[in-house]
């Protein structure tokens, strides 16, 4: 058996924070990128809105589950609870990235009533426009609470670990799949990813591997729970777990595609790195060539499950929801207008559903309705398993598309 001349190297500890759950993610990142560790915390529902009790919550449960899980390391990257995270693109005046970068700071305290200093935030310029006919340049920006990023660090320095990276959740989901988008023409595909989960929907629309987009909106699985708890006269548990077992008894998640992969060895490994410092890739064996080539008819593990669309409403644990998904819908159709405004005319060329509460066909079939887009249900874990019944895989044999936060904070920069 021969060896790999690569040594592999295992990622920071990367925790997606929820708001009905955490993950926590552990991967190898050298030659055979392949899963570690993988565990998901729920957190209980008195305390899931709570930001105190979830803190307390957390401190007390996560060492625990770092030793019983097999996680190695103290480096922790992070995705903060969506909620804490300011999220908007920006319009400043032409000038230097640095002044650009203070406007937007300045114009993002004003909004949010903050004195200067108290805001941690990040910008990236994302296209030239106008504004009062003078030429403005538009930046994507996130904003965050100085305080609230501090107790994340306070946090896992009092569980023995050190916060190496703290990102919003829109920017770890194009991360996931950046490795699907490093060939130079992959820049021209728009793609939209749709986040659906508990507590909300995040909106991202990146040109190949660059986010130029992204919009969190508080419409999801909570709604969608209260809105059944009131008409069924039931409390929100009960109407969760309603909504759960009528999607289940609906359709099963869709099974896992990933692939066996081939080991990489000796001189072909070397060709590999190299090809790979390129931005090509070198393929293991000739059906993942087809499988990774979006040129053909086979589409890569992480996007084989197509969505298509339907006319039909949304019947969630007995109650019609149909509104709700009109609603969500609308707000897919207006972050498309504004790229489309924005990009002269630029299309949509593919929607990707991942999060929680993508699990239900019914809804994902009806927003890809709205958008008339190619769709297809993410599965970014595809990458790092052995095959589709990995047993270190969350659920063996299904698709994991709630893991795209956690899969992209694996890769995501070191930025503290």
Same mark, same amino acid.
């Given at each position: 058996m021969g060896l790999s001349m690569l040594p592999t190297q295992l +990622?920071?500890? #990367?925790?997606?924070?929820?708001?009905?759950?955490?993950? !926590? $993610?552990? !991967?190898? $990142?050298?030659?055979?990128? #392949?899963m570690h560790a993988a565990i998901e915390l729920e957190i209980p529902d008195p305390i899931r809105i709570d930001i105190e009790k979830r803190h307390v919550f957390l401190q007390n449960e996560l060492p625990g589950l770092f030793k019983a899980h097999g996680f190695r390391g103290r480096r922790v990257v992070c995705s903060p609870l969506a909620s804490q995270v300011l999220v908007q693109p920006v319009?400043? @005046?032409?000038t230097t990235l640095e002044d650009q970068h203070a406007l937007a700071t300045a114009q993002l305290e004003a909004q949010l009533e903050r004195m200067p200093g108290t805001l941690v935030v990040r910008s990236t310029p994302i296209a030239e426009s106008a504004r009062d006919g003078r030429s403005a340049t538009e930046m994507l920006c996130w904003a965050m609470a100085r305080e609230d990023s501090m107790r994340y660090v306070d946090l896992f320095k009092s569980v023995k670990c050190k916060l190496v990276g703290l990102h919003p959740q829109v920017s770890a989901v194009t991360g996931a799949f950046d490795h $699907?988008?490093?060939?130079?023409?992959?820049?021209?595909?728009?793609t939209m990813y749709v986040d659906l989960g508990w507590g909300g929907m995040k909106i991202v629309i990146a040109h190949g591997t660059e986010?130029?987009?992204?919009? *969190? !909106? *508080?419409?999801?699985?909570? *709604?969608?729970?209260? $809105?059944? +708890? @009131?008409r069924s006269g039931t409390d929100l548990f009960t109407a969760r777990m309603r909504r759960i077992n009528d999607g289940m008894q609906e359709q099963q998640l869709p099974e896992s595609t990933a692939r066996k992969r081939t080991p990489v060895t000796g001189g072909m490994a070397m060709l590999r790195a190299g090809m790979a410092k390129q931005g090509e890739a070198y393929p293991q064996d000739e059906s993942t060539m087809v499988a990774a080539d979006r040129r053909s008819d086979s589409a890569p593990p992480e996007l084989s499950t197509r969505v298509t669309a339907s006319t039909g409403g949304l019947i969630a644990g007995g109650v019609d929801c149909s509104e709700l998904m009109e609603s969500m819908s609308d707000e897919l159709s207006l972050c498309v207008r504004y790229h489309t405004a924005l990009f002269s005319g630029r299309r949509i060329d593919r929607l990707i559903f991942l999060g929680g509460e993508s699990r239900s066909t019914a809804l994902c079939r009806g927003l890809a309705?709205?958008?008339n887009v190619s769709a297809q249900l993410g599965d970014p874990l595809a990458r790092y398993a052995e095959g589709p019944n990995d047993p270190k895989l969350p659920e063996p044999g299904q698709a994991s598309p709630s893991w795209a936060t956690a899969c992209g904070l694996c890769t995501a920069s070191v930025d503290l």
């Open positions: +990622s920071p500890i #990367a925790v997606d924070m929820g708001t009905s759950s955490i993950k !926590v $993610l552990q !991967v190898t $990142l050298g030659e055979r990128p #392949a319009q400043v @005046e032409r $699907l988008n490093r060939r130079t023409s992959d820049a021209s595909i728009s986010m130029i987009f992204a919009k *969190q !909106v *508080q419409i999801g699985g909570r *709604q969608m729970d209260g $809105l059944i +708890s @009131e309705r709205a958008l």
